[in-house]
């Protein structure tokens, strides 16, 4: 699977950006979708996934409530719809796919169960 994030850029705090993921290579709905982000100087970290029937999802408690995970598989592609962004959402994000298509809660978070990465895309959000 070959995986193609975009929608990053610069947001004062309080905006809104939309993510968006595109895939190709294999069929898309097989697969669990999560989002990660990686600050300067600091470890990659979960941010939401979805499961490939879009039934389950799961947030890290920093992102909860105010962003929402969501897949259009005839589109080959999932989102993540940012809201009420704060400085500290500020880090590239990258988008990736998990073989074992379903959502089970805390091990969605860990990154060696995506086997797939795409490239990230910088959100910059300025105070």
């Known amino acids: 699977v070959q995986l193609q994030a975009s929608g990053g850029g610069l947001v004062q705090a309080g905006g809104s950006l939309r993510l968006s993921c595109v895939a190709s290579g294999r069929t898309f709905s097989n697969y669990a979708m999560g989002w990660f982000r990686q600050a300067p100087g600091k470890e990659r970290e979960f941010v939401a996934a979805?499961?490939?029937?879009?039934?389950?999802?799961y947030y890290a408690d920093s992102v909860k409530g105010r962003f929402t995970i969501s897949r259009d598989n005839a589109k080959n592609t999932v989102y993540l719809q940012m809201n009420s962004l704060k400085s500290e959402d500020t880090a590239v994000y990258y988008c990736a796919a998990d073989s074992g298509g379903v959502v089970r809660g805390p091990s969605s978070t860990r990154t060696r169960k995506y086997d797939y990465w795409g490239q990230g895309t910088l959100v910059t959000v300025s105070s």
């Open positions: 979805i499961s490939w029937s879009d039934t389950n999802t």
